[in-house]
């Protein structure tokens, strides 16, 4: 018998994004930095790393939008490098830009791995009262079931959601999300 143990893995970000009109449509990017933290049974191991991430979008039309994501740029946690992932992404906003629907579609590559991911879903947000809204998401990460809600009041948005993971040993994930706009 191996025992059992506990593994938990942190990210903690910190993000800058700028938005701007180019040729009559939105251009917005924005970085990322982290900082990774990984534990395994608390206090017999634990490493900590720095890395960033980079993203564009571009408005193609009130009701679609296109984005490019690397994430883990130098991403390092005890001198073993993170491997950078790519991802290009498409949203359909089927009742324009300024409503609540949305429907994401991405595919991505791991650099220096063979696997590829596509994630596909919708999110629904329900403004309630002015400042405050509710969203609604589901949807399939990489074949996997993944469902969440969130909860927006005026700037400050909290997220949460259930995913099944690809690899049978990280099983079920529920991952929380605390964002601010300012």
Known sequence: ?????????????????????????MFSFGFSLKVVQQKIDADD???TG????????????????????VRDIGTQVDGW?????????LAIY???EDHSLVIPMDYGK???RKDESLHFGAEYMWEFAENYSAALMAGL???DFAIGMGFKVSKIRLDYAYVTEKVDF????????????F
């Open 1 to 25: 018998d191996l025992g059992l143990f506990k593994d938990m893995n942190n990210v903690f970000l910190i993000s800058w994004a700028f938005r701007n009109e180019f040729n009559d449509r």
């Open 110 to 112: 791991t650099k220096d």
């Open 141 to 143: 990460n990489d074949g």
């Open 94 to 96: 089927p009742l324009g």
């Open 50 to 69: 720095v890395g960033g991430d980079f993203g564009i979008k571009f408005v193609v039309d009130p009701r679609v939008s296109i984005g490019l994501m």
């Open 45 to 47: 191991y634990s490493k």
């Open 81 to 89: 490098t993170v491997p950078t992932d790519l991802r290009v992404g």
């Open 170 to 181: 990280l099983n079920q994930n529920h991952r929380i999300s605390l964002s601010a706009e």
